[in-house]
């Protein structure tokens, strides 16, 4: 539900009429809280970020670089303040709000990471047991980056980082022509590898197709990027985002 939320939020900043994108936004934010996921919260953060980052200009994100680095560096010398603490408190408190969950994915984990010791080249070929009778957590679940280990080792998995670094390199050089939409796809599929180390992404794929189908566009789509009288309407996203 976090990642259709993201999907959906970067895909309606590029509707035209006014009531369907307002509509779809915040249908999408209450999607990503209503979730209940701390990834997917973070995840939508970071995302926003890094699209705003893609749209905005070279001089720009120098400047913004140049003053985040001296806010960090006068609150470290006159605050008192460490930011890495400051961090690490907010990770804990994240781990922290849902500690019966966080405990039971440690515990999935580390029965995959045995697992994956066990038969590190080939895997195991499908996933294994449930960790508890009463919770449908199989080993090799709940986890792309791990599963994928376990399920099938070292050589599927480095297909999979193959996959996944040609595909977002081919996302960003289309997105080079300044295309918003090409950057929203690049931006999603930003997102979804965030989700690939606490969710099994392969469970994302009918219930996102239409997100999945933007990607693909994307891809299919040349590099060189014409205006349009839609993209170049005062209704456009970056307006949106703005406003």
Same mark, same amino acid.
């Given at each position: 539900? &976090?990642?259709?939320g993201i999907g959906i939020f970067f895909m309606t900043i /590029?509707? %035209?009429?006014r009531l369907w994108r307002m509509t779809g936004i915040t249908g999408a934010l209450i999607a990503i809280i209503g979730s209940l996921g701390r990834i997917s919260v973070a995840a939508f953060l970071m995302s926003l970020f890094f699209y705003? !980052?893609?749209?905005s200009k070279s001089a720009y994100k120098w400047l913004l670089v140049s003053i985040s680095s001296v806010f960090i560096m006068l609150t470290v010398l006159f605050a008192g303040m460490d930011p890495f603490e400051i961090m690490t408190d907010i990770s804990n408190s994240l781990l922290m709000s849902r500690p019966y969950s966080t405990d039971v994915r440690m515990l999935l984990?580390?029965? %995959? !990471?045995?697992?994956?010791?066990? +038969?590190? =080249? =080939? &895997?195991? &070929?499908w996933q294994g047991e449930r960790i508890f009778e009463n919770v449908p957590m199989p080993i090799g679940s709940h986890s792309t980056i791990l599963g994928t280990l376990y399920t099938g080792g070292i050589l599927t998995f480095g297909a999979f980082c193959l996959a996944i670094v040609t595909t977002f390199f081919s996302l960003l050089k289309r997105s080079l022509n300044s295309?918003?939409? /090409? =950057? +929203?796809?690049? %931006?999603?599929?930003?997102a979804l590898a965030m989700f690939t180390y606490t969710e099994s992404i392969q469970l994302f794929i009918f219930p996102n197709l239409i997100i999945f189908f933007w990607i693909g566009w994307a891809l299919s789509s040349g590099s060189k990027y014409e205006e349009t009288e839609s993209d170049s309407s005062p209704c456009a996203d970056a307006e949106t985002l703005r406003t």
């Open positions: 539900l &976090g990642f259709a /590029h509707e %035209t009429n705003l !980052w893609m749209r984990n580390e029965a %995959t !990471w045995k697992g994956i010791v066990e +038969s590190p =080249i =080939i &895997g195991h &070929g295309d918003p939409r /090409h =950057i +929203s796809a690049l %931006t999603i599929f930003f």
